[in-house]
């Protein structure tokens, strides 16, 4: 008995070892992935891109934000964003920004929090819109190898 615990843990130590590396690099490689896949989300809020920031999500995605019913289905997120822009003519964002926390990720999915400051300047000499929150994000890997929004939590904070 002795021996051959002995010999598995001889044959499977190895193995294992070998794997890790492997393991790490993969990881290595979401967190990148993810990392690049935020700046696109920046990238695309800061243009008010809303089909650049829709193709961020997941076909069956669901967005929970403050105040509304939970907003499920790519076309129905698109739907809302189209109506929230369209009442903001002449609009631009000046400031979207997430500082996200905790990348977790678990073969194909991943998860990540943040604090986001959103500020929108309107036409002409008016003030700038700010808003504070928080943000949970997760995130799938679809068969298309890209990285897309399954979950979106917002919530709003104080300014600090």
Not at 30 to 47: M, P, S, T, V, Y
Not at 111 to 134: H, N, R
């Amino acid at each position: 008995m002795l021996l051959a615990c002995s010999l598995s843990i001889t044959v499977l130590l190895p193995l294992i070892l070998i794997g890790t590396p492997g393991l790490a690099a993969q990881e290595k490689q979401a967190q990148k992935e993810i990392e690049a896949f935020n700046q696109k989300f920046r990238a695309a809020i800061l243009k008010m891109d809303n089909a650049a920031v829709i193709s961020l999500w997941a076909e069956d995605g669901t967005t929970l934000l403050p105040g509304m019913a939970p907003l499920t289905g790519r076309s129905n997120i698109a739907k809302w964003l189209d109506e929230v822009t369209a009442k903001m003519p002449g609009y631009r964002v000046t400031r979207p920004d997430n500082d996200f926390h905790d990348i977790q990720i678990s073969g194909d999915w991943a998860s990540e929090w943040g604090t986001t400051i959103q500020v929108a300047q309107p036409p002409g000499d008016k003030e700038p819109i700010e808003i504070y929150g928080k943000i949970l994000l997760v995130l799938h890997k679809e068969k298309d190898g890209e990285w897309r929004i399954k979950q979106e939590m917002w919530n709003a904070s104080p300014h600090s």
